[in-house]
């Protein structure tokens, strides 16, 4: 069973930036592809950005594009999200997902528990 420990979540004035941690336990590292989600109170939850296991291929939301970045270190199954000049929209719980597909629209196959990401204005 694959499990998802996320880190790096706090709270950050606008402007601020954090990175996001995923290190993933007995996952086939090169054969998954990886991702992050964010949900807000009473909102589903949407993809902030995926990224294929050989990291040939990522995916953005659009409003993050150009201040965020993902990428992955598969020699230690963890995967980062870098989120720069982040605005107060961006309060979320961040999920990552993991799986032999991520899905933009139902991510994959397994789940963190998610890190709280606060910005203040």
């Known amino acids: 069973q694959v499990q998802l420990i996320e880190s790096g979540g706090g709270l950050v004035q606008t402007g601020g930036s954090l990175r996001l941690s995923c290190a993933a336990s007995?996952?086939?590292?090169?054969?998954?592809?990886m991702g992050w989600f964010r949900q807000a109170p009473g909102k589903e939850r949407e993809c902030v950005a995926a990224i294929t296991g050989k990291s040939d291929i990522t995916h953005y939301l659009d409003s993050v594009k150009g201040r965020f970045n993902i990428s992955r270190d598969n020699a230690k199954n963890t995967v980062y999200l870098q989120m720069n000049n982040l605005k107060p929209d961006a309060r979320d719980v961040y999920y990552c997902?993991?799986?032999?597909?991520?899905?933009?629209?139902?991510?994959?196959?397994?789940w963190g528990q998610g890190t709280q990401v606060t910005v203040s204005s």
């Open positions: 007995d996952a086939p590292s090169v054969a998954y592809a």
């Open positions: 997902t993991a799986g032999p597909v991520v899905s933009v629209n139902n991510g994959g196959d397994y």
